[in-house]
């Protein structure tokens, strides 16, 4: 079982790192993921209900603040919820004011007041005195106090987090200066440094809380297609309900200009409903009584009134946030080891500091100036861009991604599809439009046509295969009736028998009736003809003799072309695996240009080529249905599924594409390189600034307020790069909701 807790007052990788701890020592815990971005903690392992209250009482214990939530994507909502974003924003403005409004007057005094005052001892000491009980207003304001509050609280829980390292500064600093100033030796005092390092402290959360406000800003916009109240009808009136209480066979209203709150059928009025979340498409549907709508929709015109048919997490939008933040909560494997180096930076950084403090006092011969280094290392060493670098790219990406149709898994997945390097096709609804319709019924044995149909089609009728149905439709417009079959057997991706009015029918691949030992030519005196059949083919067989076979047309998709050139101008190789005979996949390949095919393949075949792609060292991403293709999909290093809105819930696939175009597998190949490059980058810089100023620190050339600046800038670099994301991939914010994801040559 999993639980997701909701932990305030982490700063940075190191405090990620200390809650991960906590949480791990707790009797039945296997796997904790802690997310420093989200602020929440994923918990799984053999939790009775009660343990619960343990995790709380752990992650208290370990100095931050925890609390119980319903479900990951609570945890995403009470991110991008506005009154809560708006509210945290508000905090740290007015902490940002309050420690501008202190620090402003002791930076004043310490660089003016020889002209304010005779250098007198008296005069000295009465500004320094000023300047002590400005830097203890700022420390007990609401700015300073909850960092050296948690810092506090770090060094008596004996863990070692970002405050930890900016509250010893600061009461290094505030205590050399209050002795500085009683002995009279300047040397000694920086009361303004030690303010400016905690103003800076809230003007780097400040604008750090700004920026990832806004990379949440596409996630915020799909959770508004969740609306929180809707209106149901409770007896005769309609009355305002929160959504949560909606329950299945509540009839609910959907004005004009709103979001659907839940899955439902229609059952009065009419409306114009935008779909394109859940399908791609672009064209508002129709909606009117007995048809169904999907939650997250929006009714454009008009207005119904629908009956609820699933809520909450189990309805279309639900689902989709459940992903969207389910990859917020991942980890990718960078993203691991950058937090294994947090978790062990703390003391690192406290022994290079007391090293510092030491060389410079033994043979710098200054103790002032062994204080300012040490001071200087503790502030800059903070290892808070280390934390946000992976997490905040993850968040922009897999944001811009959903409104555009591509619904990551988790981290790793976004991390894995960027450095693949192997498409392999399922070609059936992906390359092709995956909607066959029957061409010819072509009959080999002696039965008469309508028989041959009238029995297939009958055995077709409990399959879910598309020829299957196309078959079965085909039957149902030419009027024929179709008796229920007895016995069914079906194997999947190779065909079905049954029994029907005492006949054995068998309809499926050629592999499959030559397995079932079925008897004659298969193509009859057809035989060099029909080969020339580029669509796919299903073959009868009536009590174990060869009857007719079935020809389909299924169209290739207009944009299958350019999707596939995109992706090889991106280097990436292509294959195509189908269960479909040589001729029919050669055709699909020639017209969208791919070399390699594998055909008449069963799912199980399908399976082994592509691991034996993967041991070969490729990384493979694997495009099907997601229906039949499940075990090919999840032996890939990415599976990704064409679906709906309304069914993302495959385990198999790492990516789901919500619409109908092969240009959203190099859509989500694009995205998803940038995002590992980014990340890259983000980590690269946040290395390489902590490795650099550290030395500068250590050596006495960066002062201390200045090493709170560096360390305030570091962190808002990552933000900022991360930030860049949407236009790196070149899409505009604007274009990733309303891009067409729907079939269209290009
Ligand atoms: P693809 O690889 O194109 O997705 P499938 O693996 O789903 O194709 O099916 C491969 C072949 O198996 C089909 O071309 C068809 O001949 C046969 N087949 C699979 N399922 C059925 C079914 N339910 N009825 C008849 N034939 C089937
Ligand atoms: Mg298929």
């Not at 918990?43 to 619960?52: A, H």
């Not at 903070?382 to 991604?401: I, Q, W």
């Amino acid at each position: 079982m999993s639980v997701t807790l909701r932990i305030s007052g982490m700063h940075c990788a190191g405090c990620v790192s200390s809650v991960e701890q906590a949480l791990r020592a707790v009797p039945g815990v296997r796997e904790v993921t802690v997310q420093l971005l989200t602020e929440s903690a994923d918990v799984r392992g053999e939790l009775p209900p009660d343990r619960s209250s343990q995790l709380v009482a752990a992650v208290r214990a370990a100095g931050y603040e925890a609390q119980l939530l319903t479900s990951p994507s609570a945890a995403t909502q009470a991110l991008v919820n506005d009154s809560a974003a708006r509210e945290r924003l508000r905090r740290h403005r007015q902490a940002l004011v309050q420690a501008i409004g202190l620090t402003l007057p002791i930076l004043f005094l310490e660089h003016f007041h020889h002209a304010m005052w005779p250098d007198t001892r008296i005069s000295q000491l009465l500004f320094r005195f000023t300047e002590g009980v400005l830097l203890v207003m700022l420390m007990v304001s609401p700015a300073g106090a909850p960092i050296l509050a948690s810092g506090l609280r770090a060094a008596w829980q004996r863990t070692g987090n970002m405050d930890l390292l900016i509250t010893l500064g600061v009461l290094a600093s505030a205590v050399g200066s209050a002795y500085g100033s009683l002995m009279n030796d300047a040397a000694y005092v920086h009361f303004h440094a030690a303010a400016m390092i905690l103003a800076l402290v809230c003007v780097g959360r400040y604008l750090e809380q700004r920026a990832r406000d806004r990379a949440a800003a596409a996630i915020a916009s799909l959770a508004q297609r969740a609306p929180r109240t809707a209106l149901v009808r409770r007896g005769a009136e309609l009355v305002s309900v929160p959504v949560e209480q909606i329950v299945v066979g509540d009839v609910v209203s959907a004005p004009a200009h709103a979001a659907i709150p839940t899955d439902g059928d229609v059952t009065e009025g009419e409306a114009a409903v935008d779909e394109s979340l859940m399908t791609g498409e672009p064209m508002p549907v129709l909606k009117r009584p007995g048809s169904a709508v999907l939650g997250g929709t929006l009714v454009m015109e008009g207005m119904i009134l629908y009956r609820a048919t699933s809520v909450g997490r189990a309805s279309a939008i639900g689902r989709i946030l459940e992903l969207v933040a389910q990859a917020q909560s991942g980890k990718t494997a960078m993203q691991r080891a950058a937090d294994r180096v947090a978790a062990v930076f703390t003391p690192i950084v406290l022994a290079v500091a007391a090293l510092a403090f030491f060389g410079w006092w033994a043979w710098g011969g200054s103790a002032s100036m062994a204080a300012r280094s040490a001071i200087a290392v503790l502030v800059v060493a903070c290892p808070c861009a280390l934390g946000l670098a992976t997490p905040v790219v993850v968040m922009v990406a897999s944001g811009v991604a959903a409104l555009r149709g591509i619904l990551v898994r988790n981290a790793s997945m976004l991390e894995a599809m960027g450095g693949i390097d192997t498409v392999v096709w399922d070609k059936t609804g992906t390359l092709t439009q995956g909607a066959p319709e029957v061409e010819s019924l072509n009959v080999t044995g002696g039965a008469p046509a309508m028989d041959v149909l009238r029995l297939a089609a009958a055995a077709e009728q409990l399959s879910t295969h598309p020829l299957a149905q196309a078959l079965v439709r085909h039957a149902r417009r030419a009027n024929v009736s179709l008796p229920s079959p007895g016995t069914f057997e079906s194997r999947p991706g190779q065909g079905v028998c049954a029994r029907v009015e005492g006949h054995e029918v068998c309809v499926g691949s050629a592999a499959y009736l030559s397995e079932r030992g079925i008897s004659g030519n298969l193509t009859g005196d057809l035989g060099a003809d029909a080969s020339k059949q580029a669509g796919p083919r299903v073959f009868i067989a009536i009590d174990g003799k060869a009857a007719g076979f079935v020809s389909f047309f299924d169209a290739i998709r207009p944009s299958s072309a350019s999707a596939v050139a995109r992706l090889r101008a991106r280097g990436i190789t292509q294959e195509i695996l189908t269960g479909d005979e040589a001729i029919a996949a050669r055709a699909v390949a020639d017209a969208v240009g791919i070399e390699r095919v594998g055909s008449a393949m069963s799912p199980a075949g399908k399976q082994s080529r592509v691991e034996e792609l993967v041991r070969s060292g490729r990384r493979v991403a694997m495009v099907g249905d997601g229906v039949n293709d499940a075990a090919a999909l999840a032996g890939a290093t990415v599976g990704v599924a064409f679906a709906g809105g309304a069914d993302v819930t495959g385990e198999a696939a790492g990516i789901h594409l919500i619409g109908s175009t092969p240009h959203l597998v190099a859509d989500a190949v694009d995205l998803a390189r940038v995002a590992r490059r980014v990340i890259r980058q983000n980590l690269f810089w946040a290395f390489v600034y902590n490795a650099l100023m550290i030395p500068f620190a250590a050596t006495g050339r960066l002062p201390p307020a200045a090493a709170a600046a560096a360390m305030a800038l570091s962190s808002l670099t990552v933000v900022l790069n991360a930030l860049r994301l949407p236009r790196a991939v070149g899409w505009r914010r604007a274009d990733a909701a309303n891009q067409t994801r729907t079939d269209q040559p290009a």
